[in-house]
């Protein structure tokens, strides 16, 4: 008995010590930051989030500790994370471009279909000087408060899904309603298609694909199956890769600004390691996605390179829509053609090199 109160007391010590350890080391941090993603922890943000943190928090050896709240604890949707990012409620927001558009209408060049022709194209893309000037545009566009800090990966590619037909060329997918967000781009893409854009918020889309209301939609995989979709009766899935899933990754510029100049190299290179895992997960997260796709009676459509260029051909009103209605649509627009360019000229010099 007086053993089993002895170590007891022991236990007790050794769980005060503990947690008096814990909150000594919370405490001794010099600079707290709260990161935010209005996902789950399946999803790739959260991926990149815990790389993150565990990243920056090691490499400034406690000088700087990482809070993430996943969902909707700190705020609700895009605007309203953006304007907390802004008012410094919240340090870390990411956000798809669709999602910042409303603030930064810009952002929406990410969404431009086929201008990223494939991963090895868009991380290049990401990683270099495109990147970088849209850093200074959101900068300057919100009075120095919000600075974009890198661009990652959020699902993989956007591909054509229905519920209808194989769908080889667009058109295919003439008269069909496909689902779209509330927002210009995606529905001007949709109507290039031939098809009929039928904006339905995402918890309701599963419904609608049941109830007909909606017969397609432009999603990734892991979205598809996380999602459950096929058992509402998404059974064709189209491999055109219309869109590069961008994530936008911002910090608080103040609060990145306060920081001396070897802390901020450390957390310029935590997002740097949350890039390359965002660039990553969804890799991985896809294979079995696919698997589980067709095990439930899905089929997978790869189009020929000549069907390719149909839907990029069909897609070009998008561009010009985007050139007349975005302010500074035709920068953009050049400036990420001729980044793509590049990389794909680099690409094709490596390949001569690689391929002999």
Same mark, same amino acid.
């Given at each position: 008995?007086?053993?089993?109160?002895?170590?007891?007391?022991?236990?007790?010590?050794?769980?005060?010590?503990?947690?008096?350890?814990?909150?000594?080391?919370?405490?001794?941090?010099?600079?707290?930051?709260?990161?935010?993603?209005?996902?789950?922890?399946?999803?790739?943000?959260?991926? =990149?989030?815990?790389?993150?943190?565990?990243?920056?928090?090691?490499?400034?050896?406690?000088?700087?500790?990482?809070?993430?709240?996943?969902?909707?604890?700190?705020?609700?949707?895009?605007?309203?994370?953006?304007?907390?990012?802004?008012?410094?409620?919240?340090?870390?927001?990411?956000? +798809?471009?669709?999602?910042?558009?409303?603030?930064?209408?810009?952002?929406?060049?990410?969404?431009?279909?086929?201008?990223?022709?494939?991963?090895?194209?868009?991380?290049?893309?990401?990683?270099?000087?495109?990147?970088?000037?849209?850093?200074?545009?959101?900068?300057?566009?919100?009075?120095?408060?919000?600075?974009?800090?890198?661009?990652?990966?959020?699902?993989?590619?956007?591909?054509?899904?229905?519920?209808?037909?194989?769908?080889?060329?667009?058109?295919?997918?003439?008269?069909?309603?496909?689902?779209?967000?509330?927002?210009?781009?995606?529905?001007?893409?949709?109507?290039?298609? =031939?098809?009929?854009?039928?904006?339905?918020?995402?918890?309701?889309?599963?419904?609608?694909?049941?109830?007909?209301?909606?017969?397609?939609?432009?999603?990734?995989?892991?979205?598809?199956?996380?999602?459950?979709?096929?058992?509402?009766?998404?059974?064709?899935?189209?491999?055109?890769?219309?869109?590069?899933?961008?994530?936008?990754?911002?910090? &608080?510029?103040?609060?990145?600004?306060?920081?001396?100049?070897?802390?901020?190299?450390?957390?310029?290179? =935590?997002?740097?390691?949350?890039?390359?895992?965002?660039?990553? *997960?969804?890799?991985?997260?896809?294979?079995?996605?696919?698997?589980?796709?067709?095990?439930?009676?899905?089929?997978?459509?790869?189009? +020929?390179?000549?069907?390719?260029?149909?839907?990029?051909?069909?897609?070009?009103?998008?561009? +010009?829509?985007?050139?007349?209605?975005?302010?500074?649509?035709?920068?953009?627009?050049?400036?990420?053609?001729?980044?793509?360019?590049?990389?794909?000229?680099?690409?094709?010099? *490596?390949?001569?090199?690689?391929? &002999?």
């Amino acid at each position: 008995m007086i053993k089993t109160k002895i170590f007891k007391r022991t236990i007790s010590t050794v769980m005060v010590a503990a947690a008096m350890a814990i909150s000594i080391g919370a405490s001794a941090a010099d600079f707290n930051l709260r990161a935010t993603a209005n996902s789950n922890e399946n999803d790739e943000d959260y991926d =990149g989030l815990v790389v993150f943190k565990d990243y920056v928090e090691s490499h400034s050896n406690g000088r700087i500790a990482i809070d993430l709240f996943i969902g909707t604890q700190l705020c609700a949707n895009g605007t309203e994370c953006l304007q907390a990012l802004e008012d410094g409620s919240v340090d870390v927001f990411i956000s +798809t471009s669709g999602g910042a558009a409303n603030m930064y209408p810009y952002v929406q060049v990410l969404d431009l279909p086929y201008l990223l022709t494939d991963d090895r194209v868009a991380e290049a893309v990401l990683v270099g000087d495109f990147t970088r000037e849209m850093r200074k545009a959101i900068l300057a566009d919100s009075g120095d408060k919000v600075r974009l800090m890198t661009i990652g990966n959020t699902g993989g590619w956007r591909n054509f899904a229905n519920t209808k037909r194989t769908v080889k060329t667009p058109a295919d997918l003439e008269g069909l309603k496909i689902r779209t967000v509330v927002a210009d781009l995606p529905q001007e893409l949709v109507k290039a298609m =031939g098809a009929s854009p039928t904006p339905i918020p995402w918890p309701e889309l599963f419904t609608s694909f049941q109830t007909g209301i909606v017969e397609g939609s432009k999603n990734g995989i892991t979205d598809i199956m996380g999602m459950k979709f096929p058992e509402a009766g998404l059974k064709y899935v189209t491999l055109d890769g219309h869109a590069y899933m961008s994530a936008l990754w911002y910090m &608080n510029n103040e609060s990145f600004k306060s920081m001396p100049e070897d802390l901020r190299k450390v957390v310029v290179d =935590g997002f740097s390691a949350l890039q390359q895992a965002t660039f990553a *997960s969804p890799k991985r997260k896809s294979i079995k996605a696919y698997a589980d796709f067709k095990a439930s009676g899905g089929e997978i459509y790869v189009p +020929t390179p000549e069907q390719k260029m149909m839907f990029q051909k069909s897609a070009a009103p998008v561009y +010009t829509w985007f050139k007349d209605n975005v302010k500074d649509g035709a920068k953009w627009f050049d400036l990420l053609k001729s980044e793509t360019a590049k990389v794909q000229t680099e690409l094709s010099a *490596s390949y001569q090199s690689d391929l &002999n």
